[in-house]
T-cell receptor
Framework: DTGVSQDPRHKITKRGQNVTFRCDPI?????LYWYRQTLGQGPEFLTY????????KSRLLSDRFSAERPKGSFSTLEIQRTEQGDSAMYLC????????????FGEGSRLTVL | AQSVTQLDSQVPVFEEAPVELRCNYS??????LFWYVQYPNQGLQLLLK??????LVKGINGFEAEFNKSQTSFHLRKPSVHISDTAEYFC??????????????FGTGTRLQVTL
């Protein structure tokens, strides 16, 4: 499968624990995006990378959130000291160059914080 | 900032009936507009996009959308739906003039429920 893959698909954790999600984009795509989607809402932009550089972060991304893309390939999104409000689907998407809007999404990582 | 409004959160429709999913955008400048579809337990995928040129855009699975500048709308239509079209549909727009044409702002979504 040459699409965007995310791992794990589901994560249940207790409040206060740290969690990390991984995204493997399509190999030739240099831009990688993280979005968050809650029930009944559309995806909300969190952050994006061009190669290994993190170019923009949303105000939604509190200091408990950190994202990396160390070699310009896969990316990780870590949430420290999780809160119940962090429960959501975390979506990763990638795109080649500056192709307008043709984001290729993974199936998402669903986080449930108890 | 650019935004889109999807007026209908749910649209129930019978199989083989036509459907229109509404999307209005806010902008006074040229826009790009997109429709994405999310099937149950799957990631979002691009249905169609408007960048420039013809205002009638055709997408996958028989869907089309019409860009209407005077009404600031980009409604999605299909003349005859199938059960397999049951999904969540999102309208989206990127920020203007920032060079990040893929950083999209999504609407709240419209759930299309097709029944027999």
């Amino acid at each position: 499968d040459t699409g965007v893959s995310q791992d794990p698909r589901h994560k249940i954790t207790k409040r206060g624990q740290n969690v990390t999600f991984r995204c493997d984009p399509i190999s030739e795509h240099n831009r990688l995006y993280w979005y968050r989607q809650t029930l009944g809402q559309g995806p909300e932009f969190l952050t994006y990378f061009q190669n290994e550089a993190q170019l923009e972060k949303s105000r939604l991304l509190s200091d408990r959130f950190s994202a990396e893309r160390p070699k310009g390939s896969f990316s990780t999104l870590e949430i420290q000291r999780t809160e119940q409000g962090d429960s959501a689907m975390y979506l990763c998407a990638s795109v080649a160059g500056n192709t307008a809007g043709e984001l290729f999404f993974g199936e998402g990582s669903r986080l449930t914080v108890l | 900032a650019q935004s889109v409004t999807q007026l209908d959160s749910q649209v129930p429709v019978f199989e083989e009936a036509p459907v229109e999913l509404r999307c209005n955008y806010s902008s006074s400048v040229s826009v790009y507009l997109f429709w994405y579809v999310q099937y149950p337990n799957q990631g979002l995928q691009l249905l169609l996009k408007y960048l420039s040129g013809s205002t009638l855009v055709k997408g996958i699975n028989g869907f089309e959308a019409e860009f209407n500048k005077s009404q600031t709308s980009f409604h999605l239509r299909k003349p005859s739906v199938h059960i397999s079209d049951t999904a969540e549909y999102f309208c989206a727009v990127p920020p203007p003039n920032t060079g990040t044409a893929s950083k999209l702002t999504f609407g709240t979504g419209t759930r299309l429920q097709v029944t027999l």
